[in-house]
């Protein structure tokens, strides 16, 4: 079989303080860059990406056929010059590829200017393309606000089961194996879908912890020989549009099959409305707690700032937490990234052991936040590109430029000039400060860290520093959410 394969990330959060451009997706960040024809069978190999996955469960019995793939670190809307050029690829290969299938490895929350919902929009063309008979699989992330226009463009919608998304890979691998069976003789299965009527904040959205826990594993558990595939998608609870809602769906091999799987799944995210808490502390609260723990533990206190968690849209630069780590005077501290490309290059110029007088961070203008000028000694430098240790991250290799570990007494600062969210132990070691020998870790990030850090943790909280991912979804300013829906558990309905 021809499969024509590519692929488009991007979680958006419509409050974030800056656009995806173009430039976003070649710089990549955390994530490849822009990667067009045999750039993709280059750089996906054996990570934790969904067409790596893909590739590897399909092996080398059918012929894939390369158009792009493209991802960048969540913000604000992608511009539409970003998704013409990136659509445009992928598109424009699928169309020469004459493919009998087609693989797309897609986020589902993408938010464009011109488009609300950029996957529904993309796979809208993509099946002008291929016709109507040509199978479509797509993996998403979990995180997915999985609209009708998706469903109706595609053959198959399948999602992670794990945030931290460590089952990336494996994800893609289900898809590839969806379309084997096809080709094996199975018969396109029917949909049944669902949507939930309140926003899940996405501190609770661990699938660590219960309920999330508890309801994937009844996502397994619905799958059969009349079911071959079922998912849910808490969704991404910042995208301003009427689509941003949970979802649950299955497919069967008949409308009945597919219909009880689905009901049974709405149950119980039906029921699960009121269990998804997730402990969020102030600042200094949180500091102080950490401190009162690390008197007597072995391991770190991991801090979660949550708030400006460039993996959910944050430009990774507020320093709410910095500030007080400073007021409760913090030894043995360390937090990143703090993103300030001007600050890392200053700290290459005077050097290790010099003192660079510079206002760190601070540079998005979020409200309640500042940049934090003080003396800082560089006791580090880095060039910003290192392979990657952890589960979430795996085999990847980070590009996040030029890069510095600035001191302030007791506080050690990651400073790099990309973002992504800090959720790997080598993102602190590669500026020279071991994780391990910390008594305080702040990382910005909500959830993903705790794949590599949970082992070397004495305890992880959630605190709120000033940041464009409100902590409660009722914090946001939204306004074109779908009328009805409630925005925090037994809320007020928007």
């Not at 993103?339 to 601070?362: I, M, P, Q, S, Y």
Request: with cysteine; net charge negative; charged share 20%.
């Amino acid at each position: 079989m021809r499969i024509a394969i590519g692929g488009f990330q991007h979680e958006t959060n419509t409050f974030a303080p800056s656009k995806a451009t173009y430039e976003r997706f070649v710089q990549g960040g955390g994530w490849p860059p822009v990667s067009l024809g045999g750039e993709i069978f280059e750089r996906f190999q054996n990570q934790n990406i969904p067409i790596s996955g893909f590739m590897k469960e399909m092996g080398a019995a059918h012929t894939l056929i390369p158009t792009a793939w493209a991802a960048a670190s969540p913000s604000a809307q992608v511009t539409d010059d970003a998704f013409e050029r990136i659509a445009g690829a992928i598109c424009d290969g699928i169309r020469k590829a004459d493919a009998e299938m087609v693989y797309l490895d897609l986020h589902g929350a993408m938010v464009t200017d011109s488009h609300p919902d950029g996957e529904g929009e993309l796979l809208r063309r993509v099946r002008a393309i291929v016709g109507p008979k040509v199978p479509i699989a797509v993996s998403l992330d979990l995180h997915s606000n999985t609209t009708a226009a998706m469903f109706a463009n595609c053959e198959l919608l399948v999602a992670y089961r794990t945030y931290p998304h460590v089952d990336m890979a494996e994800t893609g691998a289900r898809a590839a194996f969806y379309l084997k069976s096809r080709i094996n003789g199975m018969a396109a299965p029917v949909v049944a879908w669902r949507t939930l009527p309140y926003i899940i904040p996405i501190t609770a959205q661990c699938t660590d912890l219960f309920p999330g826990n508890d309801i994937y594993t009844l996502v397994g558990r619905l799958e059969s020989r009349d079911v071959p595939s079922a998912s849910f998608t808490p969704g991404f609870p910042a995208a301003d549009f009427e689509g941003c809602a949970p979802v649950v769906w299955a497919y069967g091999v008949n409308q009945a099959a597919a219909n009880a799987a689905a009901d049974t799944l709405e149950r119980r995210v039906l029921a699960a409305e009121g269990e998804w808490d997730a402990r969020v502390l102030g600042a200094v609260e949180a500091v102080r707690e950490a401190q009162l723990i690390a008197a007597t533990a072995r391991k770190p206190v991991v801090i979660a700032d949550t708030q400006d968690n460039p993996g959910a849209g944050g430009d990774s630069d507020t320093m709410g937490m910095v500030r007080a780590l400073l007021e409760c005077r913090a030894e043995r501290a360390a937090t990143g990234l703090i993103v300030d490309g001007e600050a890392a290059k200053a700290a290459h110029e005077v050097g290790v052991g010099k003192t660079l007088n510079f206002a760190l961070g601070g540079k998005s203008r979020i409200p309640g936040d500042s940049p934090l000028e003080l003396p800082w000694t560089v006791e580090a430098v880095h060039a910003g590109t290192f392979p990657t240790t952890g589960p979430f991250y795996r085999g990847m290799t980070m590009r996040l430029g030029p890069s510095a570990c600035l001191r302030y007494q007791g506080v050690r600062i990651v400073v790099a000039t990309y973002k992504t969210q800090l959720a790997d132990q080598a993102m602190y070691r590669y500026v020279g400060i071991e994780p391990t020998e910390q008594a305080i870790l702040v990382n910005k990030s909500s959830v993903h860290f705790r794949a590599d850090f949970t082992p070397i943790a004495e305890k992880i909280l959630v605190a709120k520093a000033p940041g464009p991912m409100a902590a409660d979804p009722a914090d946001l300013p939204w306004k074109h959410l779908r009328k009805g829906i409630r925005l925090h558990p037994f809320g007020k309905a928007f």
